[in-house]
């Protein structure tokens, strides 16, 4: 679905992104995974066509991303880390509003009911828990029916129960077919969500593969936690005592 050959940026002198290759498969996760500073929004940004590249290749779904970035944009979703939304429309406008700039009729309620938010219909913007923004964003994404949609680390801020409601989410879509990249900081939502990650670090992919695999290579060097690792963390506990039910403001 998404064929990356050594892609490069660099800004002057700076190398953001220096000769990465990778390809992700049709329906599957894939997770873009490192520091800050390490190149992985940089290279969302130059797939899903918002950043010129200084080189190499990236072919998206059979479209070249040099000769057909207008093909591109038509089967694609994006989530940014921050939406820039009006705060004074309802959800319901918002999305007649995408709509129209896709030229695509969209039942709204339908759209809203995929993230569980139909009964915010008619509620502004700005009046939605962050929880609900991340949904509404990712609602948006799902407007022109894309091949592939890119979600940018969509779960920073949000407390446990809208986490995993929106782990939930991401295996639903993919579940219809659709193909999911996504970057996060949170070791243990690319270990639940993704198929396969790339490790980036100054710029390079360092490592990719399962994260199972990954972690079993690093078992098998030698390595032992410092504290017994037990079958649950704090977050179970968190979830388990206050139930899974996704709270809303």
């Known amino acids: 679905m998404i064929k990356v050959s050594q892609l490069k940026k660099s800004y002057g002198s700076f190398e953001a992104v220096k000769g990465i290759s990778f390809d992700v498969q049709e329906g599957e996760i894939f997770g873009l995974l490192g520091p800050n500073g390490a190149g992985?929004?940089?290279t969302l940004e130059i797939m899903e066509t918002l950043r010129l590249k200084s080189s190499g290749e990236v072919n998206i779904a059979g479209f070249d991303l040099d000769k057909q970035p207008d093909e591109i944009k038509k089967i694609i979703g994006v989530q940014l880390q921050t939406s820039g939304f009006y705060?004074?429309?309802?959800?319901?406008?918002?999305?007649?509003?995408?709509g129209g700039l896709y030229n695509r009729k969209v039942d709204p309620m339908e759209l809203l009911s995929k993230v569980n938010l139909e009964e915010?219909?008619?509620?502004?913007y700005k009046s939605l828990s962050g929880g609900q923004k991340q949904r509404f964003s990712i609602a948006t994404t799902l407007i022109n029916d894309p091949k592939i949609i890119f979600l940018d680390e969509p779960t920073t801020g949000l407390d446990p129960q809208a986490r995993r409601n929106l782990w939930d989410l991401i295996k639903n879509i993919r579940a219809l077919g659709t193909t999911v990249i996504i970057t996060t900081h949170y070791m243990d939502e690319a270990e639940y969500l993704c198929d396969r990650v790339a490790i980036m670090d100054a710029g390079r992919i360092i490592s990719l593969d399962h994260p199972d695999r990954l972690i079993d290579q690093l078992i098998a060097s030698g390595f032992e936690k410092k504290k017994e690792s037990k079958g649950a963390n704090l977050e179970d506990v968190f979830i388990q005592m206050t139930g899974r039910v996704l709270r809303e403001d």
Do not use: H, M, R, V
């Not at 915010?120 to 502004?124: G, I, N, T």
């Open 40 to 42: 992985k929004s940089t």
């Open 87 to 98: 705060p004074g429309l309802k959800l319901l406008e918002l999305i007649d509003l995408f």
């Open 120 to 124: 915010k219909a008619k509620s502004l």
